[in-house]
């Protein structure tokens, strides 16, 4: 246990772990504690994906390139999988649906603009690998379209049957994911030394034994499930205390939460400039979520919630990805970035923020 | 008569041409067999079409370069004139707007999505001439947004006199054709050095006699119209017997069988590795049918249908243009491609195939 | 008072300047001739905004790059402020935001496809520095997304506090003043070395002394504002006399009036080759307008017109701006420009002005 001991006394962001206890503690003894209980469930689950998202990478550094890939394509984002289950579970729909949202646009906007704004604080200008980040452009691009279908249909004013939206949603997680299974196969196969600077950054860190970061997969994921469903439960109620509309805690606190150890990674690569990294876990993240993480819950749900879960979300949310992918095309374009671009970037993410936060909660 | 039975005995898609007999001899004795009529007038179009395209290059090789452009570019979407124009004459307004958007659409997604593909799996990376393709995207984005004009307007809810979206309609048509013969202008005069190996591609397939080609042109465009009517006649109660909605067999199914001549020339091209030959026909062919084909059925309608053709389209349908252009923009502005950029560009065009297929008909 | 002199002998343009007393005089006399006041105010106005650009660039010229840039940034669109001002003093809400987003169109799609076209008429291909049109095209995105969320939430039918679209506003006003502040850090003083070549345009022409401009500011401000409050007065009566629409009027009229002095210049530089500028004065004036004068005039709003002016805007008019950035977006990724791109530019712009005319005014 000798380099997860040694990781955690290095990373001060893992000291937080220590509420891991805590909040599961105080979960058993006063449920009613709502606002304590959301503090400190989101103080235990950034720790715990910084660990989940390490062992992961370990897994993935010990079994080859190609399984290794597609490892880290699956579980890259098992933190938003695991609370957006657990919301499922206890059939909080709309959780659901603006955590799913929340995490592709958080990915792209703030992750993204964040990454090109400490990286140009630091340097005048910096390059990423543009065939890389338009890859991953695309598969949002198509991810953006299947979930724009549902809603074009309703603003058009179809009248449909009710298991119609049932049947598209499974039809068009079912293409998401064979269009992901695809993009895997070009970017781990058939096409791999178009990525090439991508992967050789992430293999830089130092990686676990196998057996310890399957051990820490398995404890962690346990772990976070369990702290997951003390922050579903008590998110709505905490939201109310602080005045925040549930539409800006799923799309905005969850997303920062899920991808708190993503964003540290990206954050990190960028002040160092490697840029390709930081957009790399970015968009690919986003990539991820659109194209495995919601289909997977699409599926999931006709096994685990009260009723099956769609594609149909609410206008608002749907205009919000749209322009998370169009502003990820433009950015894209050029494969420069300054600390302008940073701005840009980070405002469109400040104007979301702002509306949801301003958003009158019966909307 | 040589070159004709020579190519027809060469081209297995030629030998179809025997159902042309067929079915106008069936729809005269049995006209209530819709569903026989539908599928034998579907086998009867594809030859004549091919036959249509194939005459119509012959006449444009021997006319010389600025006429031989004209032509192509007035005459290359024959096919699909002729079946709107026959739907137009029926009243079949549904029908005909159909056939246009799934013309635009099937040619930008399917066409050069398949074409994508198709080089891609036989060559690791294919290029273009980037020029060409923009250009294309460039009138496909004028159409589009004469095409979003009126949907936004109903959409924003403004009280329209009745006769508004008729002035404009014949407004937008004016101004599409303007900028179609502008766009003829430029790309076959001032600048065609920008265009030269997409023209240096098509002058290699072989072309007959000035007096064959005439000829065929002549009896083929009436048979086209004696066929269309059949298949626009047996169409609607067809797609009821085969469970497909209407909006499914007008955008999808009538923009294949009228493409299906011109689809062969773009797979064939992208598997030779002359992809800007595959762009050109499907850009182009996307092209020509929103700022020629379409401009003209609206002018037309004032002297043929019962009442003016408008260019209001159903908000989804306008929905799938903008999307296909937007595609089209996007996977322009790299001039290559590999065969994921046609998975993708594919699975966009599944996303629409699908929810067509399974959108109740009362939509 | 030389210079000035000398300027108004050379410039036909000023020659106008002879309708300022006209009007303002008629205007005493005959305050119902609405039509008669409406063409004067309009023939004064232009020769006005002339001058009042020509001393703003003089007094930026004596006062050095970074300030003088943040003059030309802050009073380079004073008419169109001046004029606003005037709508909004008269609660005239509708003209006021149909001017803002009329000036933003206006400036992409009209001065900048003009640009190209004058310019391509006479040279075969023109270049343009494509950094700084791409920063410009960022701007405009921005404020395009800022422009877009308040009726995105409207047409999703939320169920709006009377107070939340205020206070929208207001947080959207100052981020939108916030990053055009942090813009112009960036292409004044962080990265102005990618901005060359506009800045080396603008200072070619002959500048007057201090004392000149800023006496010629001040005076020419006061006619401005007097003459804008006749327009203002006499626009909607007399588009009733033309039969033209308020949306007409606002949107291609008043902007068309507002920004003739910078067609000027900008069709100018497309003449001589040196296409940046036309491209700088294009965009820059529509980004300066998105995000400066707009949001000035929210701030504004609660201290001079009857009730707070809000970012609402009619959906259709949403579209435009959104198209015109589209379309920003599309033409600035090459940096090359021809006769046909002016075509297809001004060509979105026709069937913009085109629907607004036709267009019922009670919509």
């Known amino acids: 246990m000798n380099p997860l001991l040694r990781e955690i006394r290095h990373n001060p962001l893992l000291w937080l772990l220590a509420f891991v206890p805590v909040v599961l503690a105080i979960a058993q003894m006063q449920s009613e504690a709502h606002t304590l209980l959301f503090v400190l469930s989101v103080l235990a689950i950034v720790p715990l994906a910084t660990l989940l998202s390490h062992a992961t990478e370990s897994v993935a550094a010990k079994t080859g390139d190609a399984v290794g890939g597609l490892l880290n394509a699956t579980l890259g984002n098992l933190t938003e999988l695991i609370i957006a289950l657990t919301a499922l579970g206890a059939g909080q729909y709309i959780l659901v649906k603006a955590s799913i949202a929340g995490a592709i646009v958080t990915n792209t906007l703030f992750m993204l603009g964040a990454s090109f704004l ?8 910096q390059e990423f690998n543009r065939a890389s980040a338009r890859f991953q452009a695309g598969l949002l691009f198509l991810a953006t379209v299947a979930l724009l279908v549902p809603s074009v249909l309703i603003a058009g004013g179809a009248a449909l049957h009710p298991t119609f939206m049932q049947e598209l949603s499974l039809g068009l997680a079912v293409l998401l994911i064979a269009g992901y299974a695809l993009g895997m196969l070009f970017s781990l196969r058939t096409h791999k030394e178009a990525f090439a600077s991508v992967d050789a950054g992430e293999s830089h860190e130092a990686s676990w034994p196998i057996g310890l970061a399957l051990a820490t997969l398995a404890g962690v994921t346990v772990l ?17 205390t602080f005045g925040m509309s ?3 805690v799923g799309f905005i606190v969850v997303a920062l939460v ?12 960028a002040r160092k400039n490697r840029l390709d990294l930081s957009v790399g876990i970015a968009l690919g993240s986003a990539a991820q979520i659109a194209l495995f993480v919601a289909p997977v819950l699409v599926l ?4 685990i919630g009260p009723t099956p879960l769609d594609l149909q ?10 322009i998370a992918t169009m502003t990820t095309a433009l950015v894209t374009t050029s494969g420069r970035s300054t600390w302008f ?10 104007i979301f923020a702002m509306t949801l936060y301003l958003l009158p909660d019966q909307a």
Do not use: C, I, N
């Open 118 to 125: 400490l990286g140009g604080l630091k340097y005048h200008t």
């Open 224 to 240: 976070v499930a369990l702290v997951s469903e003390v922050f579903v439960e008590s998110v709505q109620k905490a939201a109310e």
């Open 246 to 248: 549930s539409a800006f």
């Open 258 to 269: 899920g991808g708190a150890a993503e964003m540290a990674s990206a954050f990190s690569g």
């Open 300 to 303: 999931l749900s006709y096994f």
């Open 313 to 322: 979300f609410w206008p608002g949310t749907v205009f919000m990805v749209l």
């Open 341 to 350: 671009l940073g701005v840009l970037v980070l405002m469109v993410y400040l």
